[in-house]
């Protein structure tokens, strides 16, 4: 069977150009996607402050009493030391007033000196920090600051920048390739850390001959042991991390070198598996309904049902495979321009490797294999089944029927679909509903395509009939007659504009918005936002001692876990606010209970997080806070504009205490009645001097600074939308190509009776013009389906503002590609003589 197969494949190569065609298109796309994920997968988090320690005790909460613990580890055979560490923000302010961040962009932390042994860092010049104004900076560091040992620096911290004195330099064995360390007097640490006996994590160091693995089970026993109860009961503890877990804890709460990569790449892997099973579903069941007379054939001459398809089925393969030969090593090279591309953008580091190696491209063949492989099951089943008579007579004049079974199944796919949106009337839930229906949406018009063919010829059909009594009569006919034809060449062209218009505008109604309940959120006249640093409270209260300023706050971000009794606990992003200044700045649409009581144990919470809770104002809660301590607080008022700002809204005499980061990454202020805004501003400003960190703009300033990083975020979503459109253009001009490339037969029999070629190119473009405004109207028409219910979940209106160049420019491209692909490849199909084509077709 596999000769016979080879055989064909090798004699049938036009005819199986198309197939071939659309089955390395899907092998390039997801074999591109497939290499970015797995690298940025691959690429780990390697530890750089903890390279000294076999283990490392710690969890996304601080140890809130580190004494005991640390003294049991300490005491285990075969430990060295047993090092307690406390991380905060700490950054060098240049002479020129810039706030270093870490490299790349990475965080830049204080430490006590007491944890460099966990580096290890080594002092490369001075000594260690002795007192409350000493620090020692790594030497990475100090170069790009231009300051050596002995020098006076500028650091801001969890307070107002100050001058200290560079006690000394120090190294690790590697160069920190992501975080610069700041390293200060044990007691200063504390301080400035919040915390006397808490800690962010343990190191264990052991001696040298020891087997780490032995420790750190050993470890593990200990810590086990080692549970903390909480005010309500709530048992907690850190975990052991070793090996690459080191880095992920150590850099817990910052990005990773891959995520950036891997969330673009996900993303993008499943828009090309959807694309690409519709690209070769497609074009791979149009090719086997093209072999009908073929297979009758050798039904005719005593071939079995199995046989036959079993014939189609190893057809296939070999197709695959040699498509794989092509398109997965230019599916590679599309991953290294696409990872180039994102560099230069600045959305993955240059240091990021592209990983080629064995695990995505044998994947990335099984899953096309088997899209193949059910495709023309699918079409090879029907076909096969038929007698061989009756299937000679339909390879020359096939019935009109549009298939019982296949209507039924998309009739349910639409309804389907129709009741999940119609279900899903709440926000943002909604609104990824919404989105997440355009598959199964694609699917239902896929199904339905042979109906929707013979709906169109009659609708359309008739008119066109009428208006044009030859080409159109003769293009009406032809699409009665050829339903599944029709379908097959509709569906590439409704994917290229549901897909792209879906992809495009939904960011847009969302970034819309947003800015829209930004804006009803947003009470204040000027925003001060982090640069490098957050912003310490001192900035606040010089603000409010500002001439025309009525009111300023800082918005300080925290997370905490929120539970109800005994139920299980829920996550919130939290806001720590001013509750004396806060309802002056935000207005978060409060829907139950007040903001005066976001005062003592008062808080407030998103409508999102109360109704996951099932609570309302008055119940009490249950907090677990980040220092690892826990508290009791009582629901004040719930309000509804908490997308995209904070779950929760905690008073800062409350909360304040619990945060190890109480820099706000915000300060808002308000001008007071009569003051002139233009001057505050001016005021504002004269506070960064004081305050390097700080980044001053007026509502129009940060309105616009807004919409420029949606732009970026747009720009580069829409660089990887540009990859799977082109591809799905390709697509879409193979289908239409296989299409028209068909009828080579019936255009020339045309001919013979006496129809003239300027005929049958008219009668192809009432064909073409049918098939593409029925498959832009039905595109236009998912795109509907998916963006109006985003826009009315999000913004309450059910007619978004979207750019009218895009909205012309995707009908209209598909249109242009569509009708320009079918009127090329019908007048270059009359090329032929009709006695050649009829004497070919013999």
């Known amino acids: 069977m596999l000769k016979p197969a080879w055989r064909t494949v090798r004699g049938r190569k036009a005819g199986f150009a198309g197939a071939f065609t659309a089955l390395v298109c899907a092998l390039v796309l997801t074999t591109a996607c497939g290499v970015l994920l797995e690298s940025a997968l691959r690429t780990g988090t390697p530890t750089e402050r903890y390279a000294a320690a076999a283990a490392v005790i710690g969890d996304s909460s601080r140890i809130p009493d580190a004494g005991p613990l640390t003294a049991a580890l300490a005491g285990l055979p075969g430990v060295t030391t047993a090092v307690p560490e406390v991380s905060f923000p ?23 000196w007491a944890s460099a042994a966990l580096g290890p860092f080594r002092l490369a010049s001075g000594r260690a920090p002795a007192g409350p104004d000493e620090v020692v900076l790594d030497t990475a560091t100090a170069a790009r600051a231009g300051v050596a040992a002995g020098d006076t620096v500028r650091l801001a911290t969890t307070g107002a920048p100050r001058g200290y004195t560079v006690s000394g330099l120090a190294a690790p064995p590697r160069e920190p390739a992501r975080q610069s360390a700041l390293f200060f007097a044990p007691g200063q640490a504390a301080r400035l850390a919040g915390t006397d006996t808490g800690a962010d994590a343990i190191g264990i160091t052991v001696e040298n001959g020891a087997d780490p693995r032995v420790a750190a089970e050993q470890v593990r026993q200990v810590v086990a042991a080692a549970r903390w109860q909480g005010r309500h009961g709530y048992a907690y503890g850190p975990r052991v991390h070793t090996g690459d877990e080191r880095g992920e804890l150590e850099f817990r709460g910052a990005p990773g070198p891959g995520d950036g990569l891997s969330s673009l790449a996900g993303t993008m892997g499943v828009l090309s598996l959807f694309v690409s099973a519709f690209v070769v579903a497609g074009a791979l069941s149009l090719s086997v309904q093209q072999r009908t007379r073929e297979m009758a054939l050798l039904r005719t001459v005593g071939a079995t049902t199995g046989q036959v398809r079993r014939m189609i089925a190893l057809e296939t393969l070999l197709l695959t495979l040699l498509a794989a030969v092509v398109g997965i090593p230019l599916g590679a090279g599309l991953a290294a321009l696409l990872r180039g591309e ?26 096309v294999v088997v899209t193949a492989q059910l495709a023309v099951w699918a079409a ?30 998309g009739l349910a796919a639409l309804t389907t679909c129709g009741v999940v949106l119609a279900r899903s009337t709440e926000g943002r839930r909604a609104a990824g509903t919404a989105e997440s229906m355009m598959p199964a949406l694609l699917l239902a018009v896929a199904l339905l395509g042979p109906l929707i063919g013979r709906v169109a010829s009659v609708a359309i059909g008739g008119p066109v009939g009428r208006l044009s009594p030859v080409t159109g009569f003769l293009a009406a006919a032809a699409l009665r007659a050829r339903p599944r034809r029709f379908a097959a060449a509709v569906t590439p062209l409704v994917l290229a504009v549901a ?73 919130v992003e939290a806001r720590i606010v001013d509750p004396r200044e806060f309802a002056q700045l935000v207005d978060p649409g409060v829907t139950a209970g007040s903001l005066d009581g976001l005062r003592g144990e008062g808080v407030a919470l998103g409508r999102h997080t109360a109704t996951a809770l099932r609570i309302g104002v008055g119940a009490t809660v249950r907090i677990e806070w980040e220092d690892g301590t826990g508290g ?71 309105d616009a600074a807004r919409r420029h990083r949606q732009e970026s975020a747009g720009a580069v979503g829409r660089l990887m939308l540009g990859v799977v459109c082109l591809f799905t253009a390709i697509a879409v001009v193979n289908t239409l190509v296989m299409a028209t ?10 001919r013979v009776v006496g129809t003239t070629r300027g005929q049958v190119l008219r009668m192809t473009a009432w064909e073409g013009g049918i098939t593409v405004a029925v498959a832009v109207v039905l595109g236009a028409g998912v795109t509907a389906a998916v963006v109006v219910p985003v826009s009315l979940a999000l913004g309450g209106t059910a007619r978004p503002a979207l750019p009218w160049g895009w909205v012309a420019a995707v009908p209209g491209g598909a249109a242009l590609l569509g009708m320009g692909t079918v009127l090329l490849t019908a007048r270059l199909a009359l090329r032929r003589k009709p006695v050649e084509v009829l004497g070919a077709h013999e």
Request: aromatic content about 4%; charged content about 20%; cysteine-free.
């Open 90 to 112: 700490a950054s060098v302010v240049t002479a020129a007033g810039r706030v270093l961040s870490g490299p790349q962009g990475g965080p830049s932390l204080g430490h006590s």
């Open 342 to 367: 994102l560099v230069d953008r600045g959305v993955v580091g240059r240091d990021l490797p592209l990983h080629l190696g064995p695990t995505a491209p044998p994947i990335v063949l099984g899953g």
């Open 380 to 409: 090879a089943r029907r076909a096969s089944r038929v007698a061989p008579t009756l299937a000679l007579r339909d390879s020359s004049a096939p019935p009109p029927g549009v298939g019982r079974v296949r209507t039924a199944l």
């Open 499 to 571: 897909f792209t218009g879906s992809v495009l505008f939904v960011p847009v109604v969302k970034a819309a918005a947003d800015t829209a309940e930004d804006g009803r959120r947003l009470l204040a006249d000027h925003v001060v936002q982090a640069d490098g640093i957050g912003i310490p409270p001192e900035f606040a209260a010089a603000a409010r001692r500002l001439p025309g300023v009525e009111a300023a706050g800082g918005l300080v971000s925290t997370t905490a876990m929120v539970s109800v009794g005994d139920s299980g606990s829920h996550g």
């Open 632 to 702: 009791s607080a009582t629901v004040a008022a719930v309000y509804d504009r908490d997308a995209r700002f904070a779950d929760a809204l905690l008073p800062a005499p409350f909360a304040a205490g619990h945060a190890p980061d109480r820099l706000a990454s915000t300060v808002l202020v308000r001008t007071a009645a009569g003051a002139d805004p233009r001057q505050v501003g001016r005021e504002l400003r004269g506070l960064v001097p004081d305050y390097p960190m700080a980044r001053v703009s007026d509502r129009a300033d940060y």
């Open 741 to 750: 490339g068909e009828r080579l037969r019936e255009f020339a029999l045309l």
